[in-house]
Structure formats: C-alpha cells, structure tokens
C-alpha cells in the first residue's frame, strides 16, 4: 500500500532532504505497527492455550460423566433383574408393600418440601 507523506519543507524537491524525513515517518510508522501486532499475537497465543487447557478439562469431565453413567447403568440392570426375580417368584405381597413405601416416601419429601418453602 502506497502511502503519501508531506515532503520536508526545508527540501527543494529533491531526493537529499526530503526522501530521508519520510523514510524516517515510514520506518517509525512500521515499527509502531508491527509493536502493535506482536501485542495482539501474544493475546492470542495466550487465548489459544487458554482454550486448549479448557478443552482439555472438559474432556477429563466428560471422561468422567461416562464412567459414571456406565456404573449407574450396571447398578441399575442388576436392581430391575433383582425386582423382575421377586415379581416371577410370586411374592406379590412383598411388591404391594414397595409400592406402598415409596408411594408413602414420596409423599413425605413432597410434605418437607413443601412445608421449607412456606
């Protein structure tokens, strides 16, 4: 990009005086913008390591999370084949009484959270 700069007005025209002033005003212009670009290629190589770090410990969340949820799984596949058991074994009477106690239960977290929040 071609930039114009006023000539030295101490020149005649010429190339002696007037060609080093705005060589000057273009070196120092230069400098003052790769100055300002090298600040902004900092903040964002320090932006970039900081979303890397992040990505990073989102995944080790997510690493997490699915161990969990796999461990969950399992617990719960062998607590329904527990109570698939007990409802063939013909003991009825023992499901009358779970649905009861959790029927029961439910309603008295419902009462205890409804009784905090008044």
């Given at each position: 990009?071609?930039?114009?700069?006023?000539?030295?007005?101490?020149?005649?025209?010429?190339?002696?005086?007037?060609?080093?002033?705005?060589?000057?005003?273009?070196?120092?212009?230069?400098?003052?913008?790769?100055?300002a670009?090298?600040?902004?290629?900092?903040?964002?190589?320090?932006?970039?390591?900081d979303?890397?770090?992040?990505?990073?410990?989102?995944?080790?969340?997510?690493?997490?999370?699915?161990?969990?949820?796999?461990?969950?799984?399992?617990?719960?596949?062998?607590?329904?084949?527990?109570?698939?058991?007990?409802?063939?074994?013909?003991?009825?009477?023992?499901?009358?009484?779970?649905?009861?106690?959790?029927?029961?239960?439910?309603?008295?977290?419902?009462?205890?959270?409804?009784?905090?929040?008044?």
């Amino acid at each position: 990009m071609r930039r114009s700069y006023p000539q030295d007005p101490s020149s005649s025209g010429g190339m002696s005086g007037g060609h080093s002033f705005t060589h000057e005003m273009i070196e120092n212009e230069n400098d003052h913008l790769v100055n300002a670009l090298s600040g902004k290629v900092a903040a964002l190589k320090s932006l970039s390591i900081d979303i890397g770090d992040e990505v990073r410990s989102q995944n080790t969340i997510l690493r997490d999370m699915d161990s969990d949820f796999d461990n969950t799984g399992g617990l719960l596949g062998s607590s329904m084949k527990r109570v698939k058991n007990m409802a063939k074994a013909g003991h009825n009477r023992w499901m009358c009484y779970m649905i009861l106690f959790i029927v029961l239960v439910f309603f008295i977290v419902y009462y205890i959270v409804k009784w905090r929040s008044n």
